[in-house]
């Protein structure tokens, strides 16, 4: 195991240091003097040029502001936003628990209504229910989220009137954020009506970020659970006059979700990409909207760290899904 | 490139009309698949007769009807099927139109990440060695990232646009071409019919992609299918956030964000295009899986 280790952090290591270097290199392939870009200003005089190419170290070899750079990020500092001069870092620690909280929702959804509709379909193959799943969950595969986001919005807030178009929680309730989970927050500041809010708020987007890795996991565990169900300890458990729900539950499933397992760690890339549309649409004052605002305000710094620390983050989920996937198969750490 | 080396046998007329007939045998056992084909075709013929078939110009605007609904809906008007936008166009004209894109845009990204992934995997899984460590530590950085946010960023390097976003999506696809292709040219470098072409003279470039190419080609063909709708979506995401095709472009992503602020008053305007996008990405899957199971029947029967 502790080989097994090794040898994931030994891809890791390189790639991180390669996705550092495009973060790096993205600034300086911008069009543009990246002084001024980086300083946010028009017109500038040109000792005040210089004074600025000094103080952001733009005068010095490549290699050397490299280095400087990736100190900076192994310390957490990655900069200030040209907008709002704050801190890179502290700007993304305010946000992601916005996307966390959606995100995990909407995995939470996924899985709620994707693994028993895969194993159900698995079960009875090739009969209409069957059939119905993997129709609805091919279409849920090929959905344009930012347009069903849209439609779900026509249907629930504009028709029926049930859910509100966008953010996080009612502009009535107004509490310091402890966790930075709404849900959690809002049960924690005691105000009535503040869970509910928040819970309205959260249905549409979890829905809308939870349809693709629903339609995956519908997909992956039927077909995991099909291939399961026709191995022979399956058969041997069948013959033993085991109950079926016991064959299913306890022999077959357990098996089955070993692939599935590792597909729903690899959503998380899924999530992100989602996360983007989901949260412009909804006005979800998460990573993916700061992400887009940046790329539209140009806030190079912010653009830089924010795919820096998500691919980060990506990284070490694939790495923990990769142990996950070791510990639970053997089979495969060799 | 010598004439000894051509060691595989030229494959007869006979064979090759076999193997077209076999693979229809299963594609057409997949009900989806046919359907999902015979509405690609539809929306290929669509594409091409864009401007015969729809009853307007995709950009004229029509200033006496601004925002009229769909014929059967009440204030509806038979000239316009499907009701008209903010600025009085034709939607049913802009999508026809927006077919084109959809289509080229597919297109053209699935055609630059094939091409330039099978060079480059075929080159890593041949050569092997450093020049395979490399390539590979290129693809996981590029994969490290969620693909639509490294095609955001691209495209906000090169400047928003469709050329710059085809482009960025390209350079986003192609890392699974590079692996696909890799993994089948390892798996079949070694076996007798590549050491016979060697043994007769076939140099490096030869045996590469007349020799072993050809063997590899079924799982690229299933994820050409799939990287065609990934293309469609990701297009018309960018286009949604104002990074793709811009206005006044009948580019369906585009055509959505221009409709976003008259969502609760319209609905007809946000529900066509993402109907269009949803159609052509759902028929390219299901003939997805149709060629998926066609390629490998083995994969079917499990």
């Known amino acids: 195991m502790f080989r097994f280790i090794l040898g994931r952090l030994a891809v890791l290591i390189p790639t991180f240091i390669g996705v550092s270097i495009i973060a790096f290199a993205f600034i300086r392939v911008l069009p543009g003097d990246p002084v001024m870009l980086m300083s946010g200003e028009r017109v500038m005089a040109p000792e005040r040029y210089e004074q600025l190419t000094k103080m952001l170290g733009y005068d010095r070899p490549l290699p050397v502001q490299y280095f400087d750079y990736l100190t900076g990020v192994l310390q957490g500092d990655f900069g200030n936003s040209i907008v709002t001069r704050r801190p890179v870092a502290q700007e993304f620690l305010t946000l992601f628990p916005a996307t966390l909280e959606l995100s995990i929702c909407a995995i939470i959804f996924a899985m709620l209504i994707g693994l028993p509709a895969g194993v159900i379909a698995a079960i009875k193959r090739g009969s209409f229910f069957d059939q119905s799943i993997m129709g609805v969950s091919l279409v849920g595969y090929s959905m344009p989220i930012f347009w069903w986001g849209l439609l779900l919005i026509i249907l629930f807030s504009g028709v029926l009137g049930w859910t509100p178009v966008s953010g996080r929680i009612s502009l009535m309730y107004f509490f310091p954020p402890v966790t930075g989970f709404m849900l959690i927050d809002s049960l924690l500041s005691g105000q009535a009506g503040a869970f509910k809010s928040a819970v309205s708020h959260l249905i549409l987007p979890t829905i809308v970020l939870g349809t693709i890795p629903l339609a995956v996991i519908a997909r992956q565990t039927r077909s995991a659970m099909l291939e399961v169900l026709g191995e022979d300890y399956v058969r041997t458990a069948r013959a033993k006059g085991l109950s079926p729900f016991r064959v299913i539950g306890v022999h077959a499933l357990r098996n089955a979700m070993i692939p599935v397992i590792t597909t729903i760690g690899l959503q998380i890339g899924v999530l992100m990409a989602g996360a983007i549309l989901t949260e412009t649409i909804f006005s979800w004052p998460g990573i993916g909207k700061w992400m887009v605002d940046s790329v539209f305000r140009r806030d190079y710094p912010v653009i830089q760290g924010g795919l820096l620390i998500i691919a980060g983050i990506i990284m070490l989920v694939n790495l923990a899904v990769d142990l996950l996937y070791g510990l639970i198969n053997p089979r495969i750490r060799h | ?302």
């Open chain 2, 1 to 302: 490139m010598t004439d000894m080396a051509t060691v595989p046998a030229p494959v007869q007329e006979g064979t090759r009309r076999q193997m077209l007939a076999e693979f229809w045998y299963y594609f057409s056992e997949n009900r989806g698949a046919v359907m999902g084909l015979w509405v690609f075709v539809l929306l290929v013929i669509i594409a091409i007769f864009a401007p015969v078939l729809a009853p307007h110009a995709p950009n004229a605007q029509f200033r006496d009807a601004i925002l009229v609904p769909p014929f059967w809906e009440a204030g509806g008007r038979a000239a316009y099927p499907l009701g008209t936008d903010a600025v009085g166009r034709d939607i049913l004209s802009r999508l026809l139109h927006g077919a084109r894109y959809s289509l080229f845009i597919g297109l053209i990204v699935t055609s630059i990440a094939l091409v330039g992934g099978i060079i480059i995997g075929v080159i890593a899984g041949y050569f092997r060695g450093w020049i395979d460590t490399v390539i590979m530590r290129l693809m996981d950085i590029i994969l490290a990232f969620p693909s639509l946010l490294l095609a955001l960023v691209l495209v906000a390097i090169l400047g928003p646009g469709l050329t710059n976003a085809m482009i960025a999506i390209a350079l986003v696809l192609q890392p699974h071409f590079v692996r696909l292709t890799r993994a089948a040219v390892m798996s079949e470098k070694n076996r007798e019919y590549v050491t016979a072409a060697r043994v007769a003279g076939a140099g490096n470039l030869r045996l590469m992609f007349r020799t072993i190419l050809p063997n590899c080609m079924a799982p690229l063909i299933v994820q050409a299918t799939l990287s065609f709708s990934t293309a469609i979506l990701d297009a018309a995401a960018l286009g949604f956030l104002g990074m793709g095709a811009q206005p006044p472009t009948p580019e369906w992503g585009t055509m959505l964000a221009e409709a976003r602020e008259f969502i609760l008053r319209a609905w007809w305007v946000v529900t066509f295009p993402g109907l269009a996008i949803l159609i052509t990405v759902l028929a390219i899957n299901l003939m997805g899986d149709g060629l998926r199971d066609a390629l490998d029947p083995k994969l079917k029967r499990s």
